[in-house]
């Protein structure tokens, strides 16, 4: 069977059109796709901007209760300030003067408002603001929502507001760090320095609440990532070694203690120097701990912390004056156990009493402590001495001899 040539026009006609269709069905899912496409960058970068629109509204929002608080305590200082003028004129001279004892009214009244009604609206401020962070921090959590980073940070700077001003709140500063600390490690690696920061201050207001065990914990997590990120003769390192020895300490942990302490005083040492505080510090703690079964050792120490309490204080500095009893103190204990020379035990604490006597007087509670020390070690008490005690437990020393052995001279 043949088709005409209209018939054949006819059929070309139809493979060309439907040709023509399957390119436009083509066209039309392309820029379906395209379309598609576009929508869903679309609602990324609208789903992006409502996020930054509710950080921008978080900001706001603190900028605004900061705003709040600056007004408050400048609104306070105003009326302090006019309640000193009031006295001031109150007390002014015939002639309009000030007199003597208004210029000490007026300087008794601004140092009282520093100090008492003005602090205390400060830690009232800061409390409300501390509060606030965390009821809503607490709502947003439960709602399946992250505190912001500046949240986090805002909740530990107002522990650090708090404690200068001598706020005492560890119930309080354990909830805001707790809080900061959750915040910090949504946004912050676990390592970073300053989530490290939060754990060491957590570590402390459990351990002042009494929580040692869980302290403990802490203390050990800060000590061991310092030491891997920070290195461990680093200063925030070493701070945080001495805390979790004295956590040890405090828990039993007598050998853990003693070891940490010992690694943490030749960093210090090596480090900061023996005069530094940390130093001083962890060198008397490792001597208490020495004391339990190495008097041979604790004396050598504690001759050496004398040496540097006077370098870093001051020979009449009272920390240099403990230091001096404590080594005659440690010393007559190793006489007494026969691992050191009963006269150069009598002659340390000879030095204490006449140390303690020039610089405090002889009627102070030290210097009391000092010669009951002496007067009570029975024949170890070296000639040139005079004393008692009375019936009230005081003790009266007369010293005539002003000499003392190496290191211990008064």
């Not at 003769?233 to 405090?250: I, K, W």
């Not at 009963?342 to 405090?360: F, G, I």
Request: hydrophobic share 40%; with cysteine.
């Amino acid at each position: 069977m043949f088709l005409s040539s209209v018939g054949v026009a006819a059929f070309s006609d139809g493979r060309m059109m439907e040709g023509q269709e399957l390119q436009s069905v083509s066209k039309l899912e392309e820029q379906l796709q395209q379309a598609r496409q576009r929508s869903k960058e679309l609602r990324q970068q609208l789903r992006l901007e409502l996020e930054a629109a509710s950080e921008l509204e978080k900001r706001l929002e603190k900028v605004r209760a900061d705003k709040a608080v600056t007004r408050q305590l400048i609104a306070q200082e105003l009326q302090e300030v006019k309640v000193a003028h009031a006295k001031l004129q109150e007390v002014k001279g015939r002639d309009g003067t000030p007199t003597e004892r208004a210029r000490q009214a007026l300087s008794s009244s601004v140092l009282a408002s520093d100090t008492g009604a003005l602090t205390v609206q400060r830690c009232d401020v800061l409390q409300q603001r501390a509060r606030a962070l965390l009821h809503g921090g607490a709502d947003l959590e439960a709602a399946g929502g992250n505190s912001c980073l500046s949240e986090a940070r805002e909740a530990a700077e107002i522990v650090e507001q708090l404690e200068d001003l001598g706020h005492g709140d560890d119930a309080l500063y354990r909830a805001l760090l707790q809080f900061s600390l959750r915040g910090l490690e949504r946004h912050l690696e676990p390592d970073d320095p300053e989530v490290l920061a939060r754990v060491h201050s957590l570590g402390v207001s459990l351990e002042n609440l009494g929580e040692k065990t869980l302290a403990l914990q802490f203390y050990q997590r800060a000590y061991e990532s310092r030491s891997q990120r920070l290195g461990s003769e680093h200063r925030d390192t070493l701070d945080s070694g001495y805390n979790l020895a004295t956590c040890y300490r405090n828990v039993g942990k007598l050998s853990e203690a003693e070891v940490l302490f010992e690694n943490v005083l030749t960093c210090s040492q090596r480090v900061l120097g023996s005069q530094c505080p940390l130093t001083i510090d962890t060198a008397e703690q490792l001597a208490d701990l020495l004391e339990r079964k190495d008097l041979v050792a604790a004396w050598k120490l504690r001759r050496s912390l004398l040496e540097w309490s006077r370098s870093a204080y001051g020979e009449d500095d009272p920390a240099a004056l403990l230091a001096m009893a404590k080594l005659a103190g440690v010393l007559k204990r190793a006489a007494d156990a026969g691992v050191a020379s009963r006269l150069a035990a009598a002659e340390a604490l000879k030095a204490s009493v006449a140390r303690h006597q020039k610089v405090l007087g002889a009627e102070s509670p030290e210097a009391i402590q000092a010669a009951a020390e002496l007067l009570g070690w029975g024949d170890g008490c070296p000639t040139g001495f005079e004393g008692s005690v009375t019936g009230e437990g005081k003790t009266s020393v007369l010293v005539k001899l002003d000499s003392g052995g190496p290191g211990v001279h008064p």
